[in-house]
């Protein structure tokens, strides 16, 4: 799985004050591997929350205990 | 546009991750950070939560942020360690009573003359 | 709101792998946490 191309130019547009604003591939690509490490981090320590609360489904609660650290990583 | 879902991929949100009517929460948002400091030009006003919305909080457990959570693949940021450390301080100080151990360590080295 | 979905969709899977990997699940709203905070960054 992975972030679309296009998907991070949506994204990225709606922060853009010019429609016209272009991004040419390379940092789209950039952007969706940035996005993609972000989610796996984010999805891995709420992982390690939930396992080391010993319970096998992760929930909210796991994910907002890392959360904190989680943002100031990245 | 070739950004959106496919219809196959839409079955798929809709069916394994959508959060809909019939579940408990129906909606999670991460509310808007506002600067204390610095009047937001934009003010967003601060909307109550509607039932079934489970508003994501960054201090509902700050009390375990005074040590580094595991990593996985991104290691902890300097700022991040250093708010660690901030929060290692206040958790020292939070059981202290009168006396602040933190005042009682650095005022000998304070010289007026630094200062004024 | 469409892309919100998009998003969604592609932090679901992304969370599926790591779940897959872990021998683990995540809730429903664990992956739709990860995706607002994933849209919010």
Redesign the interface.
Known sequence: AAFKKELVSQLLHLHFKEDKTKVSGDPLLLMAEFLKIFVREAAARGVRQAQAEDVSDVDVEHVEKVLPQLLLDF | ?????SEE??E??NQ????KES?Q?Q????PQGRFASLQDEKEIPQQNPRAGT?E???F???V??NR??????????E??YH??SIMETIELMRHEEGECSYDLEIKPYLQMEDVT | QRLKAAVHYTVGCLCQEVAEDKGMHFSKQAVAAISEITFRQ
């Open positions: 546009e070739g950004w959106c879902l991929e839409f798929i949100w394994r991750y959508r959060l579940d929460i909606e999670i948002i991460f489970r994501l909080s960054l509902e457990w700050r375990w942020q580094p959570f595991p990593t996985h693949l991104v290691d902890h940021s700022r991040c708010f660690i």
